[in-house]
């Protein structure tokens, strides 16, 4: 089945370590996207890939970083210069004839 | 600056009731996308409705349906006869095609919407 794989589900991590959360498309899209919700807010763009090799700062990069080295894959990666890492991480894409934004199952990260 | 609205943090219903959610958006762009998404307690954003800026007609799926009115930058959207499945956080959001694959959203805070049954 064709869909966005967000791995992993729950995530620990202690402070000062960087962390890498993975999500994978099978859906050829071209553009993929990394959103941190919190609780009672709604979803903030962190890093968005409109192409491989390519990406851009969303509204709140600081303290993350990103790589684009496949089209099928968009790595997020939090660093500990990241102050408030506890968040729910959703990753998503579109192509270029849809402008609807498909979305992963998210991954919780807590910083113990 | 681009901004969503969605004042109504929860609304509870019991099951069977009409309950409509309200979104008003900011933009000065005069080509943009309006979209809703559920969240159920699983956590992933389902894709419920897209609608551009330039297409004001409202739009029935089943027992949903969305009013768009740009006079009011209101897109609002109604469940009728709701069920208990329908609980969920629900996000309106905006945005802007640069004209490429980029398509950035600026999400609403959510509306929890609890049925009951």
């Known amino acids: 089945d064709g869909g966005i794989t967000q791995s992993p589900k729950y995530l620990f991590r202690k402070e000062g370590q960087n962390v890498t959360l993975s999500c994978e498309q099978n859906?050829?899209?071209?553009?993929m996207y990394w959103y941190r919700q919190d609780p009672g807010q709604g979803l903030r763009l962190i890093y968005y890939s409109q192409i491989v090799n390519d990406f851009q700062k969303g509204d709140i990069a600081e303290g993350y970083s990103v790589s684009r080295e496949k089209k099928e894959s968009f790595p997020l990666t939090v660093t500990s210069a990241q102050k408030n890492p506890t968040a729910f991480y959703l990753c998503?894409?579109?192509?270029?004839?849809?402008?609807?934004?498909?979305f992963g199952q998210g991954t919780r990260l807590t910083v113990v | 600056a681009q901004k969503v609205t969605q004042a109504q943090t929860e609304i509870s219903v019991v099951e069977k009731e009409d309950v409509t959610l309200d979104c008003v958006y900011e933009?000065?762009?005069?080509?943009?996308?309006l979209f809703w998404y559920k969240q159920p307690p699983s956590g992933e954003l389902v894709f419920l409705i897209r609608r551009n800026s330039f297409d004001e007609q409202n739009e029935i799926s089943g027992r949903y349906s969305w009013n768009f009115q740009k006079s009011t930058s209101s897109f609002n959207f109604t469940i009728t006869a709701s069920q208990v499945v329908d609980s969920a956080v629900y996000f309106c959001?905006?945005?802007?095609?640069?004209?490429?694959?980029?398509?950035?959203?600026?999400f609403g805070t959510g509306t929890l919407l609890a049925v009951q049954p």
């Open positions: 959001a905006l945005s802007k095609n640069y004209g490429g694959a980029t398509n950035k959203l600026i």
């Open positions: 933009t000065r762009d005069t080509t943009y996308y």
């Open positions: 859906l050829n899209h071209d553009a």
């Open positions: 998503a894409s579109s192509n270029d004839l849809t402008t609807e934004a498909f």
